[in-house]
């Protein structure tokens, strides 16, 4: 037995070959909702980097940072973050300090991965940072990277890139071939690092968590604690079944998903992918279709191309083409207005309006209107208006409930929000519930340990606490 396979064996999983997919794990034991997988550290990780935020390069943290002294370009949090990049960080530095102010400017997240991975390898080599079966440069070699399938202006920019990592590490042997292959292979095999609310810090590479393949309806999810990856069980995981993770946003319709994956070469075949055409079209027409001309009505609209007409599927109205396109169009100028807006107050504004004339349009559990109503919630979120956002954060329940398959941490994550903007208003029994909801949904995607599952059950207890106490007195 090879060393990753004994190394997975432990951890209860198998390492197969899956027709269709190429490698994949295969569940060795059973699993039980909020069970860990598999959680691995990444091989060579770069945070992200804008003109208004830095991060760490040791742990993502973007407050109480110091940059290094030397190179310009490494932050770091503290010296306990420093020390543990230091092996990395000691070959780095003299290699970026070298570099020209202009060439500073050029140094993209993507190209800052490419050179602590190249760095990594080496330090492995010359035994300064030690290999093991889950964590060498073998396992990066073994990741699919799709060469044949790029067309040549990818090509091209990959070996361009390639070249100006040579030009950073002059002093570090380089293979331009290689190099420009394994670009390809962090296109379609790096993944996000998030923090606890999804939000992306970073980039990390994690070549066993990359062998776990796809599903739109997966029976796990990959979460973040700090850099570490970790997958757990969404669902009962029975010994035979594969593991199973999203790569992409699944709130979309299947010909929107299919889109996502493109950048990974496949096409998805999962149960919810190969639905039956009427289901097919009930999902597209609700998901991107129009609203029934009964605001009562919430049935969905199907086209009658030779009379020009929207049909509603459950009352039988219809709505004429012409008077759809009008609105669209309006839909579109509107939102297109939106795009120079800066002042919250303005664009809280200019968001109802849009939200309005929306609701005339879209069906109420279409992606359009749900995304208008998530940036008024963020808006208005922004500006202190709790009750403004709750009446938005709870519009969206319902269609993260149908979008997002339970537990879905977007869905538990949107219910803690919920309970925070309840609790600020004092609606305590209402906070409760919605606390308890997302204590249930998250503890299975989240685990119970984090420091920020520690804040939520802080925040169930005591809105349990005086929940008790109002209904006492």
Known sequence: MEPLERALSAEGLTLSAIPGKGRGLIADKNFFPGDVVICQEPYA????????????????????????????????????????????????????SSLRED???????????????????????TGVIPKTATDNYDLVAALASHMSD??????????????LIKMILPSVEVDLREITENFSKLSCNAHSICDDQLRPLGTGLYPV????????????????????????????????????????EIAATTETRQEYLKQYFFTCSCLRCIKNPLEELKENAILEGYRCKDHKCIGYLFYEAKEKKFTCQVCGLSRDEYGINRIAKEVSTKRASL????????????????ELLELKLF???????LRTRETLLKILMELNDWRGALTYCWLTIPV????YQSPHPMLGLQYYTCGKLE????????ALKSFTEAAEILRITHGISTPFMKELFSKLEEARAEDYYKQSA
């Open 45 to 96: 990780s770069s945070p992200s980097k804008t003109s208004t935020e830095l991060r760490c390069d040791g742990c993502f943290a973007s407050a109480g940072l110091k940059k290094c002294s030397q190179c310009r370009i490494a932050w770091y949090c503290g010296s306990a973050c420093q020390k543990s990049e230091w092996k990395l960080h000691q070959l780095e530095c003299p290699a970026l």
């Open 209 to 248: 968590i990359s062998i776990i393949n796809h599903s739109c309806r997966p029976n796990s999810v990959l979460v973040f604690e700090g850099r570490i990856a970790v997958v757990r069980a969404m669902q009962p995981i029975h010994k035979g079944d594969e593991i199973l993770i999203s790569y992409i």
């Open 363 to 369: 069906h109420p559990h279409s992606i359009n209107l």
């Open 400 to 403: 993260y409930q149908r979008l």
């Open 339 to 354: 795009a120079s807006t800066v002042n919250p107050s303005e664009a809280s504004l200019l968001y109802r309006n849009l």
């Open 150 to 163: 790029l067309d040549e202006k990818q090509l091209l920019l990959y070996a361009q890139m390639a070249n």
């Open 423 to 430: 609790w600020i208003l004092e609606q305590t029994e209402n």
């Open 103 to 125: 060439r500073k400017k050029m140094l993209t997240p993507t190209l800052r991965l490419m050179i602590r991975l190249v760095l990594r390898r080496k330090l492995q080599d």
